[in-house]
């Protein structure tokens, strides 16, 4: 069983920075390593479609960023404890939304699924900009 748990999430003003966490736990042997997954960050503002957000391949090799945060967020991810990280920088209002993280296994070294058929996700944080 792969459980995902997101923290870090706020309430901030716009131009202010946040980092998001997600662990990625396992429980057995079955579920894989860490670097079996592909690891994405979505959001979904109230009224809206959830959206691919980034994404790092199972070996961090490869990124990959939505237009509408390329330049402002970086995802990077920790190995040693099995952690992703979302940088937030220079925050606007219309980043408000509840961001979640999401594990894939993939077979695939390099690939970052951009869609919204990860195998695995988190509860979810609320990320809040005031202008």
């Known amino acids: 069983q792969v459980q995902l748990v997101e923290s870090g999430g706020g309430l901030v003003q716009a131009r202010a920075s946040l980092r998001l966490s997600c662990a990625n736990s396992?429980?057995?042997?079955?579920?894989?390593?860490?670097?079996?997954?592909?690891m994405g960050w979505f959001r979904q503002a109230s009224g809206k479609e959830r959206e691919f957000i980034a994404g790092?391949?199972?070996?961090?090799?490869?990124?990959m960023y939505a237009d509408s945060v390329k330049g402002r967020f970086t995802i990077s991810r920790d190995y040693n404890n099995a952690m992703v990280y979302l940088q937030m920088n220079n925050l606007k209002p219309e980043d408000t939304a509840v961001y979640y993280c999401?594990?894939?296994?993939?077979?695939?070294?390099?690939?970052?699924?951009?869609?919204?058929?990860?195998?695995?996700w988190g509860q979810g944080t609320q990320v809040t900009v005031s202008s």
């Open positions: 790092i391949s199972r070996y961090g090799g490869t990124t």
């Open positions: 999401a594990a894939e296994r993939t077979q695939s070294t390099e690939a970052v699924p951009t869609t919204n058929s990860y195998d695995f």
């Open positions: 396992r429980r057995t042997v079955s579920d894989g390593a860490f670097s079996d997954f592909a």
